[in-house]
T-cell receptor
Framework: AQKITQTQPGMFVQEKEAVTLDCTYDTSDQSYGLFWYKQPSSGEMIFLIYQGSYDEQNATEGRYSLNFQKARKSANLVISASQLGDSAMYFCAMREGLYNQGGKLIFGQGTELSVKP | ETGVTQTPRHLVMGMTNKKSLKCEQHLGHNAMYWYKQSAKKPLELMFVYNFKEQTENNSVPSRFSPECPNSSHLFLHLHTLQPEDSALYLC??????????FGPGTRLTVT
């Protein structure tokens, strides 16, 4: 069964507008972490934001915020005031459980975001 | 250098060749990872090392052989690869269970 689902293969947004990238997950664990990464055309995966399953507040990092709805098992990424440099692939990922030796991330298929000038 | 570095950035090899990918992290982390990213597929975890010990082998074929001589260096030795092994190979590191930091990747083409 797919653990991480990103239903939007591609998204367009006008520069300076906000955009929401969807992510739903499936797990029976009580302890887990959710991550968003950005991958520009250069290939490097850039960590953006993290939300723990026990965190009561939605995570925010600058223009990025994570809309965490635990009951719906969704962890959408909101990018405010989009910039041209935000054009990239965006991956949602989940780490299940508590591993004592490294964290195994499961990635979604990704969403390609294009910011229009 | 800072962060996670990978060499080479691009590699073309024949099916009978032997080559190695190198990853180095300058973040003082204790865990390192190899991922494979094929076109149109999610990232696939291949190997996890923590404190130089392999803790995860995600059913990877034996033609991929990892080596972790210390917490800062990770290698992926390649031999008798297949064309379907062509992909972007990403290395990452993390401190315990926290966020993983990725290198720029090695784009591998097997001819």
């Amino acid at each position: 069964a797919q653990k991480i689902t990103q239903t939007q293969p591609g998204m367009f947004v006008q520069e300076k507008e906000a955009v929401t990238l969807d992510c739903t997950y499936d797990t029976s664990d009580q302890s887990y972490g959710l991550f968003w990464y950005k991958q520009p055309s250069s290939g490097e995966m850039i960590f953006l934001i993290y939300q723990g399953s026990y965190d009561e507040q939605n995570a925010t990092e600058g223009r990025y915020s994570l809309n965490f709805q635990k009951a719906r098992k969704s962890a959408n990424l909101v990018i405010s005031a989009s910039q041209l440099g935000d054009s990239a692939m965006y991956f949602c990922a989940m780490r299940e459980g508590l591993y004592n030796q490294g964290g195994k991330l499961i990635f979604g298929q990704g969403t390609e975001l294009s910011v229009k000038p | 250098e800072t962060g996670v570095t990978q060499t080479p950035r691009h590699l073309v090899m024949g099916m009978t060749n032997k080559k190695s990918l190198k990853c180095e992290q300058h973040l003082g982390h204790n865990a390192m990872y190899w991922y494979k990213q094929s076109a149109k597929k999610p990232l696939e975890l291949m190997f996890v090392y923590n404190f130089k010990e392999q803790t995860e082998n995600n059913s990877v074929p034996s033609r991929f052989s990892p080596e972790c001589p210390n917490s800062s260096h990770l290698f992926l030795h390649l031999h008798t690869l297949q064309p379907e092994d062509s992909a972007l190979y990403l290395c990452a590191s993390s401190q315990d269970l926290n966020e993983q930091y990725f290198g720029p990747g090695t784009r591998l083409t097997v001819t």
